[in-house]
């Protein structure tokens, strides 16, 4: 991967990986990628053969997740690929992946606030959860998340198309920083994140508070309801990472001007932390802390291995 930096617009210095250092580094995001995508894909098939799963809100959030996941994971991973592989793309081709890669990133904060408020209706409300969280209303609401984060980037693009059309026939480095550059888009979504973000934190915060008095106020020792503050701890520790991401041209910018001979090096590990880290921590959540889910995923697994020994025998 290639950066630069100049002063004044007089100097450019240019820093790049080695050919091995650049091989190292995408097999290692190629092979990290596949890790998380296997065992994502591990939990969308025990999901898809158990039934009981299908009438939970609670488990079609959390499926919801893995599949944006593993939607944001492999678009990530492709522009990563490309920046070594091509350097600069066609931009059409460029603002396609990039709209999966911006509507799923979106996605993500306002899924975890719809798994912390399903957490709360489930403790706080428990004769009233079926009613409020019944299975069409989960659909509307997965319906919703994708609109908003649709309608917060889609108007860019068409944005894009209608002033400088001649660019869609072009190559073009593929980073929304280098593709939106108007001032007036760099503002509108510097607020849309913030309006989101804000109102997620808002949300975790109030569901948390309310089931900690639950769990307070309750005289016998109550499991769910402690089990539902950790994990909207976990959300909110994903959550952070989900906002890291907005704080990432500002890091770059810095890192570039202070210690730029380790900058390539520094943005992957960075680039490892904010993409890659947070796609495994859907799996762990539910996939590995949930008693039901975790029960059938074994017995998927073990079902796999005896398959795979009787077919090795034969």
Avoid at 30 to 51: A, D, E, M, P, R
Avoid at 131 to 159: E, G
Wanted: glycine share 2%; charged share 10%.
């Amino acid at each position: 991967m290639n950066s630069s930096s100049g002063q004044n617009g007089s100097s450019y210095v240019r820093y790049a990986d080695s050919f091995s250092t650049a091989i190292a580094k995408n097999v290692t995001i190629v092979l990290l990628g596949i890790s998380i995508n296997y065992l994502n894909g591990t939990l969308i098939y025990t999901f898809s053969k158990h039934q009981v799963f299908y009438h939970n809100p609670r488990y079609i959030l959390f499926i919801h997740l893995v599949v944006n996941d593993m939607i944001q994971l492999t678009t990530a991973i492709t522009l990563f690929v490309c920046s070594y592989v091509f350097y600069t793309i066609n931009t059409f081709l460029c603002c396609f992946i990039l709209a999966f890669a911006v509507f799923t990133t979106l996605n993500s904060p306002l899924n975890l606030a719809a798994m912390a408020v399903e957490c709360y209706v489930a403790i706080c409300f428990p004769l009233q959860h079926l009613q409020l969280c019944n299975i069409k209303k989960i659909y509307i609401v997965i319906t919703c998340v994708w609109t908003l984060s649709i309608l917060s980037f889609l108007p860019d693009i068409f944005y894009l198309a209608a002033t400088e059309p001649a660019l869609f026939f072009s190559t073009v480095l593929c980073e929304a920083t280098h593709l939106f550059q108007n001032p007036i888009m760099i503002k509108k979504r510097e607020v849309i994140f913030a309006m989101y973000l804000v109102g997620v934190w808002l949300v975790l915060i109030y569901t948390y508070v309310q089931i900690f008095l639950v769990a307070r106020s309750a005289k016998t020792t109550n499991s769910d309801a402690k089990k539902a503050r950790n994990t909207i701890l976990l959300h909110s520790f994903q959550l952070l990472l989900c906002m890291s991401t907005y704080v990432y041209s500002p890091v770059q910018k810095l890192v570039l001007i202070m210690i730029p001979r380790i900058y390539i090096h520094f943005m992957f590990v960075w680039y490892i932390l904010l993409q890659i880290l947070p796609r495994f921590l859907s799996p762990m959540v539910y996939g590995l802390r949930d008693v039901m889910f975790r029960e059938h995923l074994k017995k998927h697994l073990s079902c796999s291995a005896t398959k795979k020994v009787s077919v090795h025998r034969r």
